[in-house]
């Protein structure tokens, strides 16, 4: 008998298997903390989930789904339902204030945004093209434009400059002409807005020169807007810019509408990653629009999340109210953070106003100072990085770090707030306790 070896895979098969392309996160989420049955487990500030308002979400969806013969058919096509296809473009058109109303044939529903990303990419690019994304980004992006549609991330840094500014032109500009060096051709730049993992809205004259880059050099704006309503006053930043989305800025004499392209979804807004559900919003593409619905069979939501989507988004009042209370409440898991973190020493990245995390600087608290620049080579400080990972998940607790977030500065995490109070805070005090098992392992040499 001939042994096959590693499973007798395909190339891409192979590479998948691979244990180093296990995402971290499946181990995670396999293995969760609770006081009672799992108390050995690890408690997640590192997946951008929001518990916050999950009993108001599924007493509502358990009370207003309902299922029909039509439900358990491949229903109206396999990009979304006439009913959720009119309610989700009538919510948009609602709370995006966009420049022309939303209609149903601008849009193609999937199952989460990240397949909306992977189903665009795949339309969009051809094998080896580019996709300019700002640094740090969030960091599945890399995977999702790569494993199936084959593309790939270009990365943009900025330096000391605020990158939610026109000062961060000039940096697309060059990493453009780089990868052009390179052979790469880029197709499009994604941008992520509000933005993961900075919690901040990018100016409506940014989001304009961002439309006019796409144009000069003929390129896609894919614009992923999955945190649109997940907004809150900062008290420490009342000024911070509100949420502009790209589908309410003027295309005319800055870009051919058909280059743009909006994603949303229902996984952080309402609160409901479990329920696989986003869209991509494209009103002037139809060939994109064809070519998207043509692909649509492995994006497919299913008819259960389709129909509580749909009862959800129709009922305005209800999506008011979840609104401004999810807003409130985000807040005053926002500020419980910032108010732990300064009360130990910790810097983080202030001015936010959007989305469920704040991107802090823990190897800064390592060395004691606003940066971590005096704890070695930036090589050193990676290296560090990665044990204070492994000190983190030895005190059981699993942040998002920020090699894998593309960040430009080693020592970066992002903690996620918006889960129940004694939850955070004890998650807040477990990452005290890695960095206190690094410094003891530190100073032992
Ligand atoms: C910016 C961004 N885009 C896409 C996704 C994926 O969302 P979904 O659950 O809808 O696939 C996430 C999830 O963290 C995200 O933060």
């Not at 966009?98 to 051809?126: K, M, N, W, Y």
């Not at 898991?333 to 106003?353: D, K, M």
């Not at 390592?366 to 971590?372: K, R, W």
Request: negative net charge; proline residues 6%.
């Amino acid at each position: 008998m001939t042994v096959t070896k590693a499973g007798h895979l395909s190339s891409r098969g192979a590479v998948l298997a691979d244990p180093s392309n296990r995402p971290v996160m499946l181990d995670i989420v396999s293995n969760l903390w609770h006081p009672e049955s799992n108390p050995g487990g690890y408690l997640s500030l590192g997946v951008a989930e929001n518990t916050l308002m999950h009993d108001e979400i599924t007493q509502y969806m358990t009370k207003n789904i309902s299922l029909n013969s039509h439900a358990l058919t491949y229903g109206d096509s396999f990009s979304g339902s006439h009913g959720l296809k009119s309610a989700i473009s009538a919510f948009i058109t609602r709370h995006f204030s966009p420049l022309q109303p939303v209609l149903s044939r601008h849009i193609v529903i999937t199952s989460g945004v990240g397949p909306a990303i992977d189903s665009c990419v795949f339309s969009l690019c051809d094998p080896g093209d580019g996709i300019l994304l700002g640094r740090p980004y969030y960091g599945a992006f890399p995977s999702d434009v790569s494993l199936r549609a084959k593309a790939q991330i270009i990365p943009v840094a900025f330096d000391d400059i605020d990158p939610f500014s026109l000062d961060a032109m000039p940096y697309y500009e060059k990493a453009l002409s780089d990868a052009r060096e390179r052979g790469i051709l880029t197709k499009a730049m994604i941008l992520c807005n509000p933005h993961n993992p900075l919690g901040r809205c990018f100016p409506p004259e940014v989001l304009a020169a961002y439309m006019q880059f796409c144009q000069k050099h003929n390129i896609h704006l894919i614009s992923d807007e999955i945190y649109a309503l997940s907004i809150w006053e900062n008290p420490d930043a009342p000024d911070a810019p509100p949420f502009t989305s790209t589908l309410s800025i003027d295309t005319a004499g800055r870009i051919d509408p058909s280059l743009v392209h909006v994603l949303w979804g229902m996984s952080k807004d309402f609160g409901s990653n479990g329920i696989r559900l986003g869209c991509i919003v494209s009103q002037n593409n139809n060939p994109l629009i064809r070519a998207l619905e043509a692909n649509s069979y492995f994006t497919c939501p299913s008819s259960l999340a389709d129909r509580a989507t749909t009862a959800l988004l129709s009922d305005t009042t209800f999506v008011e109210s979840f609104i401004r209370t999810n807003s409130r409440l985000l807040t005053e898991r926002y500020v419980s953070t910032v108010r732990f973190l300064e009360s130990r020493g910790i810097p983080y990245q202030e001015g936010s106003n959007a989305g469920l995390f704040v991107w802090v600087d823990l190897l800064a608290y390592l060395a004691g100072a606003d940066s971590s620049e005096g704890l070695g080579s930036e090589e050193d400080r990676w290296a560090l990085e990665t044990r204070l990972e492994a000190a983190l998940l030895k005190e059981r607790v699993f942040l998002a770090c920020g090699a894998a977030f593309g960040s430009y500065r080693p020592g970066w995490f992002r903690v996620v707030f918006a889960h129940d109070e004694a939850y955070l805070l004890e998650g807040l005090r477990r990452i005290v306790d890695a960095l206190e098992l690094l410094r003891g392992e530190m100073a032992r040499g």
